[in-house]
Structures are given as C-alpha cells and as structure tokens.
C-alpha cells in the first residue's frame, strides 16, 4: 500500500530535524524546480522581472492552474480524466450557444451551462463506478465524444466551427467582470483568473488536510479495497472528485468565453496533458495517494514562466515543449528521489 502523508510525517519527525520533515511534502521538488526556472529567465530574458511579464507569466499560469487543482486532486484519488481540456470547451460552447440562440442574457447561458459541465463530470464517475473500467478508457471515450460534439453542433447551430460574438447581449459586461477582468495591484494588473485560481489552492489544501474527505481522498488513492474495507464511500469520492473537475472546467470556460468573446468548437484538445504534467510536476503520483494542491499550482506556475519566459528571452517558440517534456522527467526523477529519501529508514 502507498505510504500516506501522515506515514511519511512520522518518519520524518522521528528523524528530528525540520530538513527531514520538509522531504514529506510533496511540493518540494516542485519548488525547487521553479526557483530555478525563475532564475534562469531572469538572467537569460532582461524583461523578465519587469512587472508587466510577471504579471502575463500569473495569468498564463493561473489558465493552466485552475484545472491543474482539481486533477491534482483526482490524481491523489488514483484516478485520470482526458476529458478535462475539451470539457472547458464544451462549457463555454454551451453558455454562448444558449444564449445566443435563445437572445437570452448571457447569465442565463452561464447558469445553463454549469448543471451540463458537471453533469459531465459526474457521468465520467458514475461510469468509472458502475463499470470497473480503468478511468483512462472511460475518459478517453468522453474526450472523443465531447471532441466531435462541440464541432459537430457548433458547426450545425452556428454554420461555422465558432459561436456568434455575445459582446453586446445583455448581461456581458457583469459576466466579464466576474470571469474575465483585471485587478491594478500596486502597478501590476493582475488577471481575476489568478484570484479564482488562489481561491482553488486554498479550498483544495482545505479540503485535503482538514477535513475528512481528504483523508478519503488520499486512502482511495493508496488503496481503494482497503479504503473500502473501513467504511470509506469510494464511489462517492471518485465521483465528487470528477465533479470538481467538471467545476473547474465551467470556470475555466466562463473566462474563455467572456476573454475572447467567441469560442472556436476546437479549442482545448491536448491541454488535459498540461494539466496532468502540471500535476506530476507538482509531487503526484501516477499510482495516486501522494500529492497536494499547493504542489500542482507550483507546476502550473513552472508552465508559465517557461511558456512566457521563452518569449521573453526571443528564443525560438518552437523549442517549448522540449523544455516542457524535459522538465517533466527531471521534476519526476527529483520527486522520486525525494520520496526515496522521505521513505528511507531514519
């Protein structure tokens, strides 16, 4: 069975020394990763630290870190979903398609849209539940469903592979300013997805360490017929847990919504991949029952500065993921070797 945090918390405490305790935590390696990924930039790209670049490197962190959270989280619960990137589609798709075509005000697309993103979410539980199937092959399936559903009825409502603009329909100027506006913060304009992504983090580290769902969370992740055998409602955990993926997602596409004022129907293949990288690089494990929300806004965060901070230094954008997949493996061998130590007999 996988050693649990608190597991890990009693060796390292019988070890003594507050070095050994920090070798538990699962965004350790993280952090150091992106201490060195800052100061790289800094020295390679001149305008890196200029406020303005910090403030571009936390929203293109905060885009990828809202989803990272929630799939940390099934992570450590032992689960996958392939879905979560089209699914942020899927959302915004229905909130502009609904109220466009009923000449609704946009908040009545927003709420529409929020009961069928995570109605989406809790089919993909509800099937890994009832079937048994691994949850790669059950979300693989939504992934491809979804893919051809958003082209395929976008395509027949609107004629095109985008929805019609909602800039001016009623309601749109209060909805951008809930999923889409900017904070001035001593200078630096701060995009309102980075508040929504701190709001996240700090339910998500809530949910996981003070409460007793956390502890299902991290015992159905280590061992689910152990879990199951104390009385822990596995089914329930791994269904709450992709709902609060589906929520995430209807955040995520409520901003892409009202960022862009359209929506391509093939935006969002492929970026489940990022957010499940951003969690691996964050301290999870692939196997689940080790992680923390903290560890995956950390990689969110390494995503970021790497994707802007290519930018910055002019180097050719093309080189991106080979930074991306680089740092993934060296994140992984760091954390694995993090934990060997954590694990190691004191």
């Known amino acids: ?174 909805a951008r300013a809930v999923f889409a506006s900017h904070l001035d913060l001593g200078g630096v304009r701060l995009q ?18 003070r409460t007793r769902a956390g502890n299902w969370i991290y015992a159905v992740g280590g061992n689910a017929d152990a879990a199951r055998a104390v009385g822990v409602p596995v089914d329930r955990v791994r269904i709450g847990l992709y709902t609060g993926v589906a929520l995430a997602a209807w955040i995520s596409g409520q901003h892409l919504l009202f960022n862009y004022d359209v929506v391509q129907s093939g935006e969002g293949v492929g970026n489940e991949l990022i957010y499940i990288a951003a969690a691996v690089i964050g301290g999870c494990l692939l196997t689940g029952g080790h992680g923390s929300a903290a560890g995956a806004a950390v990689g969110a965060l390494i995503f970021g500065m790497t994707s802007k901070g290519i930018v910055y230094a002019q180097w050719n954008p093309d080189w991106f993921k080979f930074f991306l997949g680089a740092m993934l493996l060296l994140a992984t061998l760091l954390n694995a070797w993090i934990r060997k130590r954590a694990e190691a007999p004191a």
């Open 1 to 174: 069975m996988t050693a649990t945090p608190a597991a890990l918390s009693k060796r390292a405490a019988a070890r003594g020394p507050v070095a050994r305790r920090l070798l538990t935590r699962p965004e350790l390696g993280a952090l150091v990763g992106a201490v060195a990924v800052f100061a790289f930039f800094a020295v390679a790209a001149d305008s890196f630290l200029r406020a303005s670049s910090l403030s571009t490197v936390l929203y293109a962190s905060s885009t990828i870190g809202i989803m990272a959270v929630p799939v940390a989280l099934l992570m450590i619960g032992g689960e996958f979903d392939l879905s979560a990137g089209v699914m942020v589609t899927s959302s915004a798709l229905v909130s502009s398609m609904f109220s466009y075509q009923m000449t609704a005000n946009v908040w009545v697309g927003v709420a529409v849209s929020l009961p069928v993103t995570l109605a989406i979410g809790f089919f993909n539980g509800w099937m890994l539940t009832r079937t048994r199937l691994p949850s790669f092959i059950i979300t693989l399936g939504t992934f491809l469903m979804l893919t051809g559903l958003n082209l395929g009825l976008t395509k027949l409502i609107s004629e095109t592979v985008s929805t019609k603009a909602v800039g001016d329909m009623e309601g749109f100027p209060a």
């Open 192 to 209: 309102i997805t980075v508040v929504w992504w701190l709001a996240l983090i700090a339910a998500a580290t809530w949910i996981l360490l």
